[in-house]
């Protein structure tokens, strides 16, 4: 893919592609339809064909032949094949993100140097893996007037690590950063939405170097979103230098557990991001959301932020990316093809997914078991998944309803059809994977430890006698 897009940027050297032609550029190349593409990015089925005609007319006269969305494959190959001779033959397959490996010190795989996987990658950590073109669709939108970018994915697939990458390719572009985490905020916060927007609002200054003068503007007779929107308006993004202000906001689904404020609040990121279509102002304004779900508080669709802007899934790890986060690790063994048949069934076992990965990885670098037997062990009590699992197994025990839903879908290995609260909390957990209310689990990790958990369970609730 990085050979694909380098050869499309010297294809149409005299015409970039801006954020959006990348992203129906890199669907396309993956098999996606128009209507899959608009579907997850936000914008409209007839904005997105009109994109992609653009885009094969734009590689058509660049190239001398005629390139569609059908023969985009055969085309780019003959002429990557054609770009770089004979060498592709002699030159061992690489990956995408191999070659960063280069710039690893030779010392860095001393296993004693290695972090536990906590969090998210650092800036600089070889350890951070590429999901190619999604970087850079993010860093070239941030550079939009009045953008709003939306990042999802559920827990621990990597939301923050890409987020902070952002933020620093923000920093070199000499923007304002606030970066806003609702995990923070006390349960009080939410008690209304007046309270809210003034702990919002104070945050938002403090963090510029503005002293907070939320009184000023708040007049309670026009109502707590319009103080709001002035406050920003008439203080916040005149006060601040001409450079833009990126206001990143994470955890925002801890919003959708508090109707009394998303159905406020959410709409009125939506009203913002599209006063910048108008309002020089607002243009300085660049807002990415951050949140682990689908919203299940009922909006109207003129009134969602979540069909507007651009939004960027986490996909998990594709097994070229495992054998790659692998060889990061020190694994040597994870090099060849013979590697990559060994990693299969970890990656079919934890479904790809970033953290799940990376702990096996930490685990089998130290020396303390081989790939085989970790997989053997892995949802039993002495697996290294064990402190994992039951972290979910306590949060599913604390909301019987979820216990009960997570149950149908172990059940079965079809999908099941789950009303959507449920769905989206677990979902937000990484438990399943959805299409529309339909649930499957996440993974066969998951699917084998949860069935026994909850065999278990029936066990116990058989055996015991009541006396008569």
Not at 262 to 291: I, S
Request: charged letters at 20%.
């Amino acid at each position: 893919m990085d050979k694909l897009l380098q050869s499309v940027k010297k294809i149409l050297q005299d015409k970039p592609l801006d954020s959006i032609q990348w992203f129906v550029l890199y669907q396309s190349w993956l098999g996606k339809t128009y209507s899959e593409m608009a579907e997850v990015s936000g914008y409209g089925n007839n904005y997105i064909k009109e994109v992609g005609s653009e885009l094969w007319q734009d590689l058509s006269i660049a190239l001398g032949k005629r390139i569609t969305k059908k023969n985009l494959h055969l085309a780019l190959n003959k002429h990557l094949q054609d770009e770089i001779g004979n060498q592709e033959n002699q030159i061992p397959e690489k990956f995408g993100e191999e070659s960063s490996l280069e710039m690893v010190p030779s010392d860095f795989f001393s296993a004693s140097k290695i972090e536990f996987p906590s969090g998210p990658v650092a800036l600089g950590s070889p350890l951070y893996i590429n999901r190619p073109s999604l970087e850079e669709l993010v860093c070239n939108e941030v550079l939009h007037p009045g953008c709003l970018i939306r990042l999802k994915a559920p827990r621990k697939m990597g939301k923050s690590s890409l987020l902070n990458r952002m933020i620093a390719y923000a920093r070199e572009q000499d923007y304002q950063i606030v970066y806003l985490d609702f995990q923070e905020a006390d349960q009080d916060v939410f008690a209304s939405l007046d309270k809210f927007l003034r702990w919002f609002c104070v945050n938002v200054s403090r963090q510029l170097n503005l002293l907070p003068s939320i009184d000023d503007f708040w007049d309670m007779e026009m109502g707590s979103k319009v103080s709001c929107k002035i406050y920003f308006e008439a203080y916040l993004l005149q006060y601040i230098n001409d450079n833009p202000l990126v206001l990143a906001l994470n955890e925002v689904h801890r919003i959708f557990e508090h109707p009394n404020i998303a159905q406020d609040f959410l709409p009125m990121l939506r009203f913002w991001h599209e006063q910048a279509k108008q309002d020089q102002t607002w243009q300085k304004l660049r807002m990415v959301v951050v949140h682990t779900t689908e919203i299940y508080i009922p909006l109207k669709l003129n009134q969602s932020p979540f069909n507007v802007g651009i939004t960027i899934t986490l996909p998990p790890f594709t097994l070229k990316q495992v054998q790659s986060l692998a060889l990061r690790y020190g694994l040597d063994w994870a090099g060849n093809s013979e590697g990559a048949k060994r990693l299969a069934p970890l990656q079919a076992m934890v479904g790809g997914h970033p953290y799940l990965v990376s702990l096996a990885f930490y685990h089998l670098c130290q020396g303390e078991m081989t790939l085989e037997v970790l997989l053997e062990t892995a949802s039993t009590p002495v697996g290294i998944y064990s402190q994992h699992l039951r972290e979910l197994l306590t949060l599913l025990q604390e909301e019987p309803e979820l216990m009960l839903a997570m149950e149908q879908v172990i059940a079965t290995d079809e999908k099941v059809e789950l009303n959507a609260i449920a769905a989206y909390k677990l979902e937000s957990m990484g438990l399943v994977q959805l299409n529309g209310n339909q649930a499957s689990a996440m993974c066969e990790l998951y699917r084998i430890y949860f069935s026994q958990q909850f065999g278990k369970q029936k066990s116990a609730n058989a055996s015991v006698k009541f006396p008569r």
